[in-house]
């Protein structure tokens, strides 16, 4: 079964080394598009990194996969990710603790 981070959306094919499946989930998992959560000012250039960012698939997988994985496949997740959603990204985390700072 192909993994699909965004339903109805994308799929990883079926035939994706394990490795290369696990870091795209591990993205997915930790970054979302910024059209999600950030605010859009044509004026101002584009979107506002209000929450930090935007963040590279490229630098974020490499940092994180370096030292366990094939360079190959890296740049296989690297490719899978940006063919989804560009190269720069919103990190869940940094949305998140700044939605639990507004609730506080």
Known sequence: MAFNPVPGEFEIPPDEPQPVVAMVKWFFDHYEDPAEHLPYESAEGGYQW???GPY???LELQSQFE???DI???ERAIAIVTSFGGWEWVKIADV???DE???A
């Open 101 to 103: 700072e507004t609730r």
């Open 56 to 58: 590279s698939p490229d």
């Open 50 to 52: 209000i929450y930090g």
């Open 96 to 98: 998140n603790k700044a």
């Open 67 to 69: 030292e366990t994985n």
């Open 72 to 74: 190959a496949h890296i």
